[in-house]
């Protein structure tokens, strides 16, 4: 049996490597909505935005090939109130995604957590 062992792949011209046959998130993020807002993890994210009440924006450390990625988000409320939340974007470029999160009566409304995973290609 073969160990390839690396600390950093890079492609011949210096950037990222290239996937091949495989599907692996090229952006993920969990971000803290609540209180101090601000990321809790990332990966491929330069930096978050709090644009208002549930309102967020993660912009992207190496840009998307196109728009035509696949956003998957979730929400995580801070109380028991059993009222249901549900996220969505609304705006994504090749370098950021925003996103809101609202509760079933569709108010805006501040996310303990909110994430996002994203599948498609770099540029």
């Known amino acids: 049996m073969s160990v390839l062992k690396a600390d950093t792949i890079q492609s011949t011209g210096g950037g990222a490597a290239t996937l091949t046959k495989q599907h692996a998130a090229k952006v993920w993020v969990n971000w ?17 935005a709090d644009l208002g009440t549930a309102d967020y924006q993660i912009n992207y450390s190496n840009a998307m090939g196109d728009v035509n990625y696949s956003v998957g988000l979730g929400t995580n409320r801070q109380d028991d109130s059993g009222d249901h939340t549900f996220s969505n974007f609304y705006a994504n470029t090749t370098a950021l995604l925003k996103g809101r999160a609202f509760n079933t009566g569709a108010s805006a409304l501040d996310q303990a957590k909110w994430t996002a995973n994203i599948h498609g290609d770099l540029a």
């Not at 609540?34 to 809790?40: Q, R």
């Open 32 to 48: 803290k909505g609540t209180d101090t807002v601000g990321l809790n993890g990332s990966f491929n994210v330069s930096s978050g």
